[in-house]
């Protein structure tokens, strides 16, 4: 998205190309490859990490990627220690952090929040996750870690697991993953926590095989990836309900055995128990990874939207 | 039943049958201080009912509006007493204002001030979207 600025933000992974993403992609791997080449790339320039919900992984992530490109790091870690407490607004919020900081990453609770902030801001604003709704910078983690297993990302079967109502991380990976030639999504999860209206037709006018299942063993067989999710107590109105899906489906070694040698397992983290700890050893599990990655990409995506 | 001719303003022709009180509400017509008329369930050779406003006016008609409520309606333009432009509406693209957005997720429930804008995702099924959460409209 461009705004009234000129500005350009981050707010779902569809406003990047795949020649974008290409690019990010080429860019991460090159700092893996050189990364004394990047330790400067951000001297002087502050990000402000608005984190309006706890989020220790992504907002470390974020950090991690700054110091390592010689920025700086701004910001609060929960909505009670911003003047959100005392009833700003997004849009204000936004006006002011533009003054201080050089680009800005915000998680919300709210779905929308970050575009708000990104129709009112001077500078970049990158989306760290708003409600159940998009996460795109997870998405990079995700199309990282699937490009360096797979070498590329055509003609998979890609299985989704858990809770695809309000895993906004499953949303975006369908939306980036849908532009690839030959890709085709298996959509495991109770019915309750099936994905949302938008995203079936999105797949549907886009003409992306699917296949919607409650049957995780079933389907093993066929899947190159595996992306698990957790069922996330934050996104439920009724805990009554959070307690009786929460345990859905568990990734065992056993409900592995018709798996490909060659399966990935990813997983945005963190993890409860919605894989079994003895899977970590296991080759084929790649969800620490997927932190790394995560870093390394949002490490390209701040030099792209900074242009520097 | 005999309404007068207007001469300078317009008439709101072929509204569907029972949608032209949700058009007069929507369109805020009460608020002008100009003759309104509201005619329901007119006879049409071509619809069988119709509504009809007619706005003795020269008023800047919000077309979204229309092209959202009832996109088959026309809108006459008179200028001293004769029709100048006859208008056919589509759905619009963009609707500010008209609806309000049912998730209780989206930062629309919370922030008040924010404009309510919905953008046409499915033109066939009619399905409008909130720009924020993405959420369609019911």
């Known amino acids: 998205?461009?705004?009234?600025?000129?500005?350009?933000?981050?707010?779902?992974?569809?406003?990047?190309?795949?020649?974008?993403?290409?690019?990010?992609?080429?860019?991460?791997?090159?700092?893996?490859?050189?990364?004394?080449?990047?330790?400067?790339?951000?001297?002087g320039k502050k990000l402000a990490t608005l984190f309006f919900e706890p989020s220790t992984r992504t907002r470390l992530s974020f950090e991690a990627a700054m110091y390592e490109l010689g920025g700086q790091v701004i910001g609060f870690s929960e909505a009670n220690s911003s003047s959100a407490s005392k009833g700003e607004s997004v849009a204000d919020t936004a006006k002011v952090i533009s003054c201080y900081a050089d680009i800005i990453a915000m998680r919300h609770p709210k779905e929308g929040a970050p575009m708000v902030a990104a129709m009112n801001a001077t500078i970049p604003v990158i989306n760290a996750g708003d409600g159940g709704h998009n996460h795109p910078t997870q998405t990079l983690a995700d199309l990282l870690t699937i490009y360096r297993e797979k070498g590329g990302f055509e003609n998979l079967t890609i299985g989704m697991c858990g809770d695809l109502k309000f895993g906004r991380t499953v949303h975006s990976l369908i939306d980036a993953m849908s532009r690839y030639p030959g890709v085709q999504f298996v959509l495991i999860s109770p019915e309750e926590l099936k994905v949302p209206s938008y995203v079936r037709q999105f797949m549907e006018e886009h003409q992306i095989p699917f296949l919607q299942t409650t049957d995780l063993e079933q389907v093993m067989p066929n899947l190159d990836v595996l992306?698990?999710?957790?069922?996330?107590?934050?996104?439920?109105?009724?805990?009554?309900?959070?307690?009786?899906?929460?345990?859905?489906?568990?990734?065992?070694?056993?409900?592995?055995?018709?798996?490909?040698?060659?399966?990935?397992?990813?997983?945005?983290?963190?993890?409860?128990?919605?894989?079994?700890?003895?899977?970590?050893?296991?080759?084929?599990?790649?969800?620490?990874?997927?932190?790394?990655?995560g870093k390394l990409m949002r490490m390209a995506l701040i030099l792209k939207l900074l242009g520097v | 039943m005999n309404i007068d001719s207007i001469k300078n303003g317009i008439v709101i022709d072929h509204i569907t049958a029972g949608k032209g009180m949700e058009l007069y509400r929507l369109l805020k017509l009460s608020r002008l201080n100009c003759s309104v008329a509201l005619i329901t369930n007119a006879v049409s050779s071509k619809m069988g009912r119709k509504d009809i406003i007619k706005i003795d006016t020269d008023y800047q008609v919000d077309m979204d509006i229309l092209g959202f409520v009832d996109p088959d309606v026309t809108v006459d333009i008179i200028r001293d007493g004769v029709l100048v432009e006859k208008k056919h509406l589509t759905l619009p693209?963009?609707?500010?204002?008209?609806?309000?957005?049912?998730?209780?997720?989206?930062?629309?429930?919370?922030?008040?001030?924010?404009?309510?804008?919905?953008?046409?995702?499915?033109?066939?099924?009619?399905?409008?979207?909130?720009?924020?959460?993405?959420?369609?409209?019911?």
């Open chain 1, 227 to 293: 992306y698990m999710t957790r069922v996330q107590r934050e996104r439920f109105f009724n805990e009554e309900d959070y307690l009786r899906l929460k345990d859905s489906y568990v990734l065992t070694p056993a409900k592995l055995t018709g798996a490909k040698a060659t399966l990935s397992i990813l997983h945005p983290l963190p993890r409860v128990n919605e894989i079994s700890v003895a899977i970590d050893e296991d080759p084929r599990a790649c969800y620490f990874k997927q932190v790394l990655n």
């Open chain 1, 1 to 43: 998205m461009v705004n009234k600025y000129g500005v350009r933000s981050l707010l779902n992974i569809l406003d990047l190309s795949v020649e974008e993403l290409d690019s990010l992609i080429a860019t991460a791997l090159d700092i893996v490859d050189n990364p004394q080449a990047y330790r400067s790339r951000c001297q």
């Open chain 2, 93 to 138: 693209e963009k609707l500010t204002g008209v609806l309000s957005c049912r998730n209780p997720r989206c930062i629309s429930s919370t922030e008040q001030e924010l404009p309510q804008v919905f953008c046409l995702a499915d033109r066939t099924k009619r399905i409008y979207r909130c720009i924020y959460c993405e959420v369609a409209a019911k």
